[in-house]
């Protein structure tokens, strides 16, 4: 069985589609026509350029993974420092009740 070969007319209608979708999602209302104003197109083709680099550009997926484990890492780190501060905290409450338990009982003693 023969693969359906894609024609230039294909690419057109599907062309068309991402043109009409781009622009109802930027106005949120559809255009009746099937023309847009050329400052409008190269806005779309802008847009069009920075979504297929953000997407498909192996520069870019190298560097979203690196940013990726770079915040994992940020994070990993900003956990074990607040650790360490609810660790510490922990223990300077600790210091404070034994502190005051330790004063209670004295007085209770008659001890000053």
Avoid: C
């Avoid at 622009?23 to 949120?28: P, T």
């Avoid at 806005?43 to 979504?51: A, I, P, V």
């Avoid at 190298?62 to 994070?75: D, G, R, S």
């Avoid at 338990?101 to 003693?109: L, P, Q, V, Y």
Wanted: charged letters at 35%.
């Amino acid at each position: 069985m023969k693969k359906p070969t894609m024609m230039r007319d294909d690419l057109d209608t599907m062309l068309r589609v991402i043109v009409d979708m781009y622009f109802r999602m930027k106005y949120k209302a559809p255009n009746y026509s099937t023309t847009y104003t050329k400052s409008a197109l190269e806005d779309f083709n802008k847009w069009l350029n920075d979504r297929v680099m953000y997407l498909m550009s192996a520069e870019v997926q190298k560097e979203k993974q690196e940013l990726h484990e770079w915040m994992v890492k940020q994070q990993d780190s900003d956990q074990e420092e607040l650790d360490k501060m609810a660790q510490n905290d922990l223990e300077l409450k600790d210091s404070i009740n034994m502190s005051i338990d330790t004063k209670i009982g004295r007085e209770m003693n008659g001890d000053r």
